[in-house]
């Protein structure tokens, strides 16, 4: 399959000023009739230049250029699917018919079905499959849809923009009209129908207009809409007060549907959702889904300026509104709540997925260079970091500078289509600040590299910074980028003893210089994450100080997990030097695990994890943050080669030690966190049950299930009815089988609980890829739905590493046999699951080389989709 490359983009030979669509919908047959406006490009090259339309598995009925029916001869067919029309007048008139069959759709990319109702998706390159058209988002036109469907089957006819008109049809059918006046790429369409009901609520904009607000969703989950609802309206309100952004038209609807490929779309006035971010009841979602949805339905609200309004030129530029949009989400989720807490989990995250991603086969600059599939490039670089470039420009040009400067990326750049280097701009003109050098953090991949160096003398403290990034595939040489570091200092006595600065990173080595100190202090460095590299050159002491003493919360915490990181590191070395391989054998309790030799819980460690919870009751939601040791996945990153066994025997051992030295603090805190009054939502409710989980997680990791037990059975919410069962199911408790058979009777009907249940058995090291697989045979899973093939194989895959980096291979060969079925279902999802296959770097020879096998064995299947090939092939290079 061609390589996409970002220095090849022309401007389309023709634009689209209007188009006109009619749908027909059948499950089998839709007919779409499109007419289109075109006018020749002033801007692109090549006065005669033919117009070509994208197409894919579209059966063409007719087509009609101006009037008259244009002959088979006149075609000529792209690869792809696509047509190529030449002797095209600069200004014409295309209509078209087409049929589809929804029903057929199992990519769920186009027009295609769930749960019996009618649902489009069409970014990327989805229009494609309801339509010929210049799929591409630069081409940027006005909509009218008018819906036709029966009217007992789909009562209910969406598309975007404001409704214009409905009627009866014959035979039992009804039509409905939707105009969007607003120019827009043609991955924004929408069509939605069916059996869906309507939660319904208005918006009044800060100039007074009325905005009709509605959530569709199937018939009985009405009653679960309220958050979303609740966390539109406060979105809405929110980029009013911040940016001054108003919406735009005078309907915003929400549907929901169970199959989706991404967590949500920001379709122009018509977002569609995985149910997941919508749906939420105390009794079926947790604190996580309630901090998902707002995040998420914020995220596609805030999308209406930033992605809508003002688009992507091309599908490199896939950051200008993922990374902006994310931060934008971001900073509206800090300010619903503890900020300092959002960010700690906002930084896991990023490590998580980011981290890794920049460190493997697949790392990218946050604006790629070329892509085969561009469904593989919508990434944790792509979002996360690029949040993150988003982040730091702010902090260099500050708040207000920032402000101005997206007001006039807006005024400048409304119903375009733009470029990175548009948005980069208008924040330099802006503020007068020279951003050039900055750029380079869009252009680079892979993680910069700080190492911190001290000198202290005469009251002088001399702080060296260092930064290198290593190389990354196709880019074997970095430059240095402009690091902003948010630092301070900290005396002997815990104070600060310096006014708290940003310093400018800029080359690969530079000395900052401090005087008049008294002592020799302790930097703080990175405060709030300032930029998201790696730093180390601190010592365990240092580290141990900061932990106790710096007045950032973000390196608190920081700290207290880079003093676990490196603890465990050099618990898993001593391990690994001194038991031979042969005679380990994990146990699944993690329990005094190699053979016979005896871990000793560090007593540095448990004098934090003490002191931590010392002052727990003074922020739960962050002590519940600080008190989760590092991931095995995490510790795995630091490694060079990584010993998957020795890690989760590390982790689970010091779980369970910490768990018995402090007992009775973790069985107190469980009783006084103990909810009372009615179940809520808000950031001090959440945390404290994180932090009562917390305790219930180590009372469970030293074999105390009891509490567990008591909690599942008497639990009310779901938070606290998956941490307690999370601990029955990781544990030998006799309450397992029966605990998870319980919930799996209770909530057999509910999609995305049960997701939940395969889920924490996915996870579970006591599942090992036998149980995957068998899991992966129950009635209930089902290789159609995204969310349930996530919730079983992507949960195992990334969330299992000790059953998934089995020596046998077995977990490796249970995903590459889903990746191999998933392919011929659902290819973006398939392509997804191919990532935990190409960290084989980082294995031991023996691992990878049964991870290349299972690679080459997927890559040797006939008909391989182009997204899973991209991402075999990359692996494998
Ligand atoms: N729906 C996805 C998102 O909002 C892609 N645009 O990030
Ligand atoms: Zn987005």
């Given at each position: 399959p061609p390589t996409i490359r970002r220095e090849d983009y022309r401007p389309p030979a023709f634009l689209v000023e209007q188009v006109d669509l009619h749908i027909a919908l059948h499950p089998t047959a839709t007919r779409v009739r499109a007419r289109l406006a075109l006018r020749r490009n002033p801007d692109a090259a090549g006065a005669a230049a033919a117009l070509e339309l994208d197409g894919e598995a579209l059966r063409l009925l007719s087509a009609v250029l101006d009037g008259a029916p244009l002959p088979e001869d006149r075609l000529g067919h792209l690869p792809g699917g696509g047509l190529r029309i030449e002797g095209v007048p600069d200004a014409a008139v295309l209509e078209t018919e087409v049929e589809i069959s929804p029903e057929a759709n199992s990519e769920l990319s186009g027009l295609y079905l769930s749960g019996g109702n009618y649902v489009t998706q069409c970014e990327a390159e989805g229009f494609r499959r309801i339509t010929y058209f210049p799929d591409r988002p630069d081409v940027m036109a006005r909509y009218t849809t008018t819906l036709e469907a029966d009217r007992a089957a789909c009562p209910v006819l969406l598309s975007n923009g404001n409704p214009d008109g409905a009627g009866e049809l014959p035979d039992g059918r009804h039509w409905a009209r939707w105009v969007d006046p607003h120019p827009k790429p043609s991955y924004l369409f929408a069509v939605v129908a069916g059996d869906l009901v309507a939660v319904r609520d208005s918006f009044t904009t800060r100039s007074g207009r009325e905005v009709a607000l509605a959530i569709y969703v199937r018939r009985g989950d009405e009653d679960a809409c309220g958050h979303a609802m609740d966390s539109l309206k406060r979105s809405m309100r929110w980029d009013e007060e911040t940016y001054g952004l108003e919406y735009d038209l005078d309907v915003f609807n929400i549907a929901a549907v169970s199959d989706f490929n991404m967590g949500a779309m920001e379709n122009k006035g018509l977002n569609v959702f995985n149910t997941k971010y919508i749906l939420a009841r105390p009794e079926t979602a947790t604190d996580m889904d309630y901090e998902g949805i707002e995040t998420v339905v914020a995220h596609e609200y805030f999308?209406?300026?930033?992605?809508?309004r003002v688009t992507c030129r091309d599908w490199f530029q896939l950051s200008l509104k993922e990374g902006l949009t994310v931060f934008r989400d971001q900073h509206f989720s800090a300010d619903q709540g503890s900020a300092a807490v959002k960010r700690l989990a906002d930084v896991r995250r990023l490590r998580a997925a980011q981290f890794p991603e920049d460190a493997g086969p697949m790392a990218h600059p946050v604006r790629p260079d070329s892509y085969v599939e561009i469904n593989n490039f919508y990434t944790a670089t792509v979002y996360q970091k690029g949040a993150e470039v988003v982040r730091m420009m702010r902090a260099l040009i500050g708040a207000e500078n920032f402000r101005r400067g997206m007001d006039l990326y807006i005024a400048r750049h409304d119903n375009q289509a733009v470029t990175i280097e548009d948005f980069v701009r208008a924040m330099q003109d802006a503020s007068g600040t020279d951003l050039s050098r900055f750029s380079r953090w869009y252009a680079q991949a892979g993680t910069p590299e700080l190492r911190v160096r001290e000198a202290f003398a005469d009251g002088r403290y001399t702080l060296t910074l260092a930064q290198s990034t290593p190389p990354t595939p196709g880019q074997p040489e970095k430059l240095p980028v402009p690091v902003p570091v948010a630092m301070g200092l900290i005396g002997p006595e815990g104070a600060e003893v310096a006014e708290p600065r940003l310093l400018l990173l800029e080359e690969a080595e530079q000395d900052f210089v401090f005087e008049g100190l008294a002592a020799k202090p302790v930097p703080s460095l990175l405060r709030g994450f300032s930029a998201p590299v790696k730093l180390s050159g601190l010592t365990l002491e240092q580290l141990g100080f900061l932990a106790a003493h710096d007045t950032d919360a973000f390196v608190r915490w920081e700290s207290s997990q880079q003093y676990a990181t490196a603890t465990m590191l050099a618990m898993v070395e001593a391990l690994r030097s001194q038991e031979p391989k042969a005679e380990r054998a994990v146990h699944a309790s993690g329990?005094?695990?190699?053979?016979?030799r005896t871990l000793e819980l560090p007593e540095g460690l448990a004098a934090i994890t003490g002191a931590l919870l010392g002052r727990a009751l003074e922020d739960p939601a962050f002590a519940a943050e600080a008190l989760a040791l590092p991931s095995e996945e995490f510790i795995a990153d630091q490694m060079t080669i990584a010993d998957p066994e020795a890690i989760h025997a590390v982790r689970q051992f010091l779980r369970g030690a910490l768990g018995r030295r402090f007992a009775a603090r973790f069985a107190a805190l469980h009783e006084t966190l103990a909810d009372a009054g009615p179940y809520r939502t808000d950031g001090a409710a959440i945390g404290r049950r994180a932090l009562r989980n917390a305790a219930l997680a180590y009372l469970g990791a030293a074999g105390e299930t009891g509490r567990a037990e008591a909690q599942f059975a008497g639990a009310t919410n779901m938070t606290d009815s998956l941490a307690a069962l999370r601990v029955l199911v990781d544990s030998d408790s006799p309450a397992r089988e029966q605990a998870l058979a319980a919930f799996h009777a209770r909530w057999k009907e509910e999609p995305l609980v049960l997701d939940k249940w395969f889920t924490l058995q996915a996870m579970s090291p006591r599942t090992d890829a036998a149980a995957a697989e068998a899991l992966s045979r129950h009635p209930d899973f089902d290789l159609r739905n995204p969310n349930r093939v996530r919730s079983l194989v992507g949960a195992f895959a990334a969330g299992n590493p000790a059953a998934f980096h089995a020596a046998s291979g077995e977990g490796y060969r249970f995903l590459a046999d889903m990746v191999i079925a998933l392919d011929a279902v659902n290819t973006q999802v398939a392509a997804r699951m191919v990532s935990p296959l190409g960290h084989w770097k980082r294995q031991d020879a023996a691992r990878g080389a049964r991870m290349r096998a299972e690679l080459e064995r997927i890559a040797a299947r006939p008909g391989l989709s182009k997204g899973t090939y991209e991402k075999v092939s990359k692996s494998l290079a």
């Open positions: 999308h209406n300026w930033t992605g809508n329990d005094a695990a190699f053979s016979g």
